[in-house]
C-alpha cells in the first residue's frame, strides 16, 4: 500500500478568534512555563528534537509531556539536520523519532515540522522527497507555520497581547484541514 502524501499547511481558514502556539525544539527547558501551561490550561503544540529530548543522555520526555498537556508532541526529526540536503538520513530523521516518540509519549506524532523549513521555503525541488518518506511513516501533515515564544514570560506576554484583540489560543489539532 501506498501511504498518502501529508498535507502541507502554512496557514489555518477559520472565522473563530483564535491563535495557535507551537514550539520549536527543546534545547531550553523551563520549568516555570510547564507550570503555567498547566495551570492556565494552554494547548501547545511542541515541535521535538529527540537530540533536545535527551540532552546530555538525560530523559526530558516529561518536561515535554507536560507542557504538551492541553496539546500534544509532534516531529521535529531526530537531529534537527535539514531534510532537504541530499545526504541527510531522512529515514532516519524523520521516522526514527516516530518510533521513539511513540514509545516516549504513548501515541506517534503526525505532524512534522521540517528544521529550517527547507524543502518548503527554499529547496523546493527536495519537498516530494520529504514528503514520500514522511508519509511513509505516519505522518499526515507538515506544518509550517511559526510561532516564536520559548519562555514562560514571553508566552504570558504573548496570551495577553492576543487576549487584548479577542483571541484565544486554540489546539491547532483542531483545526486542521480535512484530509
Ligand atoms: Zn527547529
Known amino acids: 500500500m501506498v501511504a ?36 492556565r490550561k494552554i494547548p501547545v503544540t511542541v515541535f521535538l528534537t529527540n537530540q533536545a529530548r ?64 527547507d524543502g518548503y521555503f527554499n529547496l523546493h525541488s527536495r519537498a516530494r522527497l520529504i514528503e514520500s518518506v514522511a508519509a511513509s511513516c505516519g505522518i499526515e501533515y507538515i506544518v509550517l507555520m511559526h510561532f516564536e515564544g520559548d519562555t514562560q514570560a ?5 496570551v495577553r497581547r492576543y487576549a487584548a484583540v479577542g483571541l484565544k489560543p486554540a489546539r491547532l489539532e483542531n483545526y486542521l484541514p480535512k484530509r
Open 4 to 39: 498518502r502524501k501529508p498535507a502541507v499547511v502554512d496557514h489555518i481558514k477559520t472565522k473563530d478568534k483564535v491563535f495557535f502556539i507551537t514550539i520549536d525544539d527543546g534545547w531550553y527547558r523551563q520549568k516555570a512555563l510547564a507550570d503555567w501551561v498547566v495551570k
Open 154 to 158: 514571553n508566552m504570558a506576554r504573548l
Open 54 to 117: 535527551t540532552t546530555m543522555s538525560v530523559d526530558h520526555s516529561r518536561c515535554f509531556t507536560k507542557v504538551a498537556s492541553f496539546g500534544t508532541v509532534q516531529n521535529h526529526t531526530m537531529t534537527h539536520k535539514s531534510l532537504a540536503w541530499m545526504n541527510t538520513n531522512r529515514k532516519r530523521e524523520i521516522c526514527s523519532a516516530q518510533s521513539v516518540y511513540g514509545k516516549s509519549f504513548g501515541y506517534r506524532p503526525w505532524m512534522l515540522r521540517p528544521p529550517f523549513g
